[in-house]
């Protein structure tokens, strides 16, 4: 692995923006308080030399060895007392660097065989750690805002907070919901699976896409990491234009792995393919935008039955309207869509041809 | 398919307390007004004969090609309208047999293309469904509660709810999020290789679990609806143990189909398999919390760090001695759990030799 | 559905060079002779008029409910032979009208509950069938080969020759292998996640790609059967590109449906569209082959070791040159093969910016 | 990690018969060979002593990133080479403690990037290697049988040889297919979601049953290795039976490992987990043989249509008899075949409540 230093320098090479680290990533588990503030003046000073600034600092609650029956929501109520302290730690070096977003990924979370507890235990458990964890940015006025990341298994078995959804769910029940959003992963969410923009729109749409993490990832897999756009170029087209469509103005972090078959040169090739990926399907968002045929096959998707009645806002007359309306579901059902052909441009748009 | 006055009769005599219907399974999507009223009353009688109850009522959104774009989430507004028209006499249906949970599955609400449409446009198109008929409830003084259920996919390529939790975020931003909570389904959420009392735990913990739909399935297929039990019984003993710990008092919907190498013998069968595998693992999840052995191993579990500090409530001197606490990790990770034990004798348990 | 009629006349107006059917898609299952003859009679003249050619034949064991325990390996023996004399008779049919190639897809032949019979004895069911039915085409000298088409679950819970390697397996056992080789199809490989291309070129390579069956597919759904190219770009890319490179000269059958959204129109936008992927692709194919950069980096990293010992063919000599090479693995390992820049640039190529 | 030695010790303590090893578990890859001699000497008295067999060796061709792309189909010829040389070894050392079968599982040997070669080429890279380490049994006396064990991912992306059946498949195109079987394992063919039992009986029917991996797993995921029946109850006990059934006489290996959350006592309770769930399964099938309910439900499902023409053997009478028989397929259609009740009472055997 990289050190610190030298991958700032990296990242600085290649025209990144910024960068993130967990805790440990910087700050050895074991070093010393002398040892951790020479690390870290050196790393605000490759930081400042090279550009690259830390909007988003987080926590290894995973790699060690203390964690393995969870954080948070351990059984044992030292390895939890143990969890919230490194973390408030981890918060106090992000804010040190600058981090306005911090990132909690509960990955030991979960179970290998739910005999160990009750998973409702294991909600209220988490809600406790992340009310306190609050409450302590509050206090140190840190200004953070939190960023749930969900995935559904690996490192455990089931991981308690599967999908963005269970996070998206899961916030409004917290103490301080309006600092707490959701951090969804290309590699989580389609390892179940699922649709990435999909869960990407519900967050963005409910005001909590506060970060996302870029990669990508085969479904049905273990957890790949890899360089965005490398497994699925649909998709990736996509999440680049919902993202550009609404205007989502966070960090575009890419949270991707190179091969193992890589070099250090290897390593710069894979980042530098991450961004001109997601340039190249910004390019091919707005392009999609501006083609008339595309456009005219959404538009008359949209339009056959404007004269049907609102159901916008309740009322003793709307209801009315709504139940006496004259709808012909044969009728309805008879048009054709032209999804076809409009998946077959979008295609076409994303293979250059257009 | 059997006549629904058919299907309560078969239901009263393997021993059923309840019997649910989509709108269309019990009135012809065609029929006239009369031929609606005399079927309800055929129903409803053979309902009263066989001491079977109407607990809950739904509507198909999916069955007709009117909704092959999606139902409230549909592009052209006056498939929208129908959806709606078609769910509030759907209601008044239910109503008049007494149900008092309305069960959503919005099997249609999503794509094959995300050209279609931009996906926080559905969320929109969904809140406003559901915020109307949530008044159209209360305007009628119905007395309903709304029962969301998520599915990945099938019949559509990616369904917009995929998760329950996907819905537990978006009660949060109705109208009327008191009214509204969700309905799991076993096989949905196995599809996707989630773990589904994980789901349903949070559903509980949030007093969001109206209603629970028990079949069974494997990960990653088409929707199979097997019978409770027939495919993974640990799961199935997890899910009987959670709803008997916390005391869920709902209906225990069996929404499943027999195999088609059945004729009405083994469909017979089929239910009464449903029922039995429910109370067998009911009567063993009793005896795994009499089992000495199995409460010792949880219990070390968790009380190994008893003198650890608490953060369950916020103050600075939490605060401090979160901080301030000396817990060495490598102490906190020698210690053996006993899971691999636990979980051993748990199978043991299932497979009744203990 | 079309009318076989119909549906030449459009495949001939969008520019197809076959077409294939089963049995019963162009003969009712109940048809009488007289009618059948009629059909074929009307079918063949089609044919002739719009210039479309019938390269393959199948027959449908799958459909009708007698399937519903399997038809070769059903447990009833009545079934069994029905499903023989059915296949018979679609020979019959296919030979009629010029077809020389017979795909055998098994739907039906598997379990939803493994208590049913011994899985070894299905595959000796199936033996019995398939040999049988070659016997039958060298009697009526039909010059058929047989293509046998996996698929891992759906209609069935689980297909008891799940992947094209089960049936690859398979074939050396039977009594005629040499008439016997498979038909591939992308939805039924990718379906359980694997490699679709890996599959077709073993079977290539092992002289048994007898047909192929190009559609799209996301892992772990239903069978989706999606316009070719819909779902997965790059793995279209790598599939074509296999079959262009080693110069495969069988039918490219599209075996796929359009969305449920289309009118007339859209299907035959969805037919264009799926031959102009594959068009696009291999293009693409030979832009990727004749590009510099991305062969200078294949190259390399096939030739660093060129000093090594062979073992193509074994000797006491060669024995003894491998055993005591020099060969250094810390070396060996710390060569970067440049990878992620090849994918990249793959990646390109396929989105048509190089 | 345990020391082998004391490995050993631990298997004697819980009742193993034997115990299986890659090299470099047992020697260091850079062990002298001083190292090696008295390293192996003393395995071999830890074996002697605890009463432990040796029947089965195997290489690692996966942990030393001389292997990042592949080892037999590496691109390297020198890669390729040390990999044969480093099995040759293995072979030498398995063959000194007495082992029989020798497992090959290619973990390496696929791609991130299906640009690296053409897969066809691989297949052609894995017969050169397999042949020549057959050549070097024959020619070493060494007695081999090698069993080769498929993957579909991980650590690669995609592995070539993805399940049992491709394996299968690749056998009879070898220079010595007699030599060369398969090696099962439970987690591999269920990442795929794909039938175990099913891939187990083709390989038994085919004679090429020469190793089993027991282990448990969830399908979609990364490789679990879970204790034995720790994750699908029904489906271990369909295996067992049918190993047991078919009287399968090789080793019972199980390759599995504890949950991170065990200390030493905890792996003894897993290693005595999966011998003691393999019995109480042997014993659950054969109560299952002998439930006269459940053999009447599968007697009556086969001797429906014993009247039926046989197709076992061709000749012109047959042929015409097949042809020729009155089979109404609506009456073979509408007959119960009683699945749904032999399911759930063979449920209920597992459940020992039968």
Redesign the interface.
Known sequence: MLDPVDAVAMLGEVGAWGVNFHDNDLVP?DATPADRDRIVTAFRRACEKHGIVVPMATVSLFS???F??GAFTA????????A??KT??AMDLGAELGAKTFVLWGGREG??????????E???RLR??I??LC??SI?RAYGYRFALEAK????R??I??????????????LGHPDLVGVNPEVAHETM????F???V??????GKLFHIDLNDQ???????D??F??????ASF?LVK?LE??GYDGPRHFDAH??????????K??A??CM??YL?MKE?AMRWNADAE?QAI?KA??E?????????K?S?G??DA??D?P?D??V?????????????L???I????R
Chains 1, 2, 3, 4 share one sequence.
């Open positions: 588990i060690d060895p203390v393995k029956d059984n044992d109520p030292a390895v939890r007392a143990y919230v302290q408030m730690r179970t290998e065989t739910d005999a160990c507890r009750r998973p409702d294991a909600v209220k406790e750690a009310d306190f409450e302590y206090d559904p298994n690996e490192p078995g089931d308690y907070m599967a999908t963005t959804g269970n996070y998206l769910g899961f916030i409004p029940t179940a699976g699922l649709n923009t999909h869960a729109a519900q967050a963005w749409e409910a085969v479904s049905g897999r273990y957890d790949q890899f360089r756009g490398a497994a699925n170029l649909k996509f919902f469509d609404v190179a091969y193992r078959t890589e070099d250090y040169e290897g390593v090739e894979f530098r393919g001109r990926t190249i091919k595309i959404v998707a949209h056959a039955g404007q004269a049907a009645p609102s159901f916008a309740y003793s709307q209801r709504v139940l309306a709808l579901r044969t309805l059902a008879a048009r054709g869509l032209g999804y076809e052909k409009l998946d077959q979008t295609n076409e994303i293979l250059g041809i």
